[in-house]
Nanobody
Framework: QVQLVESGGGLVQSGGSLRLSCTASGIASDITLMGWYRQAPGKERELVATITSGDSTNYADSVKGRFSISRDNAKNMVFLQMNSLKAEDTAVYYC?????????WGQGTQVTVSS
């Protein structure tokens, strides 16, 4: 059974930094795509960043230049380094992966940025 477990969320002041981590278990081979989505109160879930097994990355315009996604293929882990955080980055952040044409989600971790 595939499981994604996130860690690293919390409360930070505007301009600060946080690093999110996610570990995928129950997968014995390379994961094609991993990434992060977020959902703010009253809003739809939106893509933040994705990364392929070959380290090609994609970012939402709103986070370009501030967030950086990376992964450790050997450990099936994905990371999100978030710098220069803004109040509008406040959301629940979800780890996501696509494996064998199926989508898998973590339980989410809260990120709150105080202004």
């Amino acid at each position: 059974q595939v499981q994604l477990v996130e860690s690293g969320g919390g409360l930070v002041q505007s301009g600060g930094s946080l690093r999110l981590s996610c570990t995928a278990s129950g997968i014995a081979s390379d994961i094609t795509l991993m990434g992060w989505y977020r959902q703010a109160p009253g809003k739809e879930r939106e893509l933040v960043a994705t990364i392929t097994s070959g380290d090609s990355t994609n970012y939402a315009d709103s986070v370009k230049g501030r967030f950086s996604i990376s992964r450790d293929n050997a450990k099936n882990m994905v990371f999100l380094q978030m710098n220069s955080l803004k109040a509008e980055d406040t959301a629940v952040y979800y780890c996501w992966c696509r494996f064998l044409n199926n989508n898998f989600w973590g339980q989410g971790t809260q990120v709150t940025v105080s202004s």
